[in-house]
């Protein structure tokens, strides 16, 4: 039953993700980079890490959706179903709000409720975050993946004086 389940997620994905680029992404655009210059980057570089994670789970870049590559290597979330479903209740306790991702989050909840106290664990742990769903990553290629990963997990704190 468990995997006539995945199998519904996983064709509600393929068949909604052209749409929702076509009509929700129209404003961003793809970066500049492909997956073997990633590769190019310095060791320990938030570009040369995912360079690697493509690498290494055998995907290709898709245009305007590469952040959401950095989000799993940001939150440790795995690329199996269940994993997906928690980062998009992390970004969402993270502040990050779309129609796709309530939909997500919805229709995951619907579909896996054995899952339910990871999905809240993962709410709760990007509430714990620094805010880090609106950021262009692109622009921090350059940068110690580990530093990054580090700076997003200490959530804001205000100085009293």
């Known amino acids: 039953m468990k ?31 492909t997956e073997e210059q990633l590769l190019s980057f310095k060791q320990d570089s938030l570009g040369r890490t995912l ?19 950095v989000y799993h290597l940001i939150t440790d979330c795995s690329t199996n179903i269940q994993d997906e479903i928690a980062m998009q209740y992390l970004l969402f306790g993270n502040g990050k709000r779309s129609a796709y991702l309530l939909g997500v989050l919805a229709l995951g909840t619907v579909i896996f409720p054995e899952y339910f106290k990871r999905y809240i664990n993962a709410y709760k742990k990007g509430r714990r975050m620094r805010t880090f769903h609106h950021w262009d990553f692109e622009e921090l290629l350059g940068q110690n993946f580990d530093h990054l990963k580090d700076f997003i997990r200490q959530k804001e704190t205000s100085v009293m004086y």
Do not use: A, V
């Open 3 to 33: 995997k006539l389940r995945t199998k519904f997620i996983i064709f509600m994905y393929e068949n909604s993700q052209k749409q929702y680029r076509k009509y929700f992404k129209k404003k961003k655009r793809q970066w500049q980079f």
């Open 51 to 69: 360079g690697e994670f493509y690498k290494k789970h055998g995907f290709r870049m898709i245009p305007k959706m590469e952040n959401h590559d």
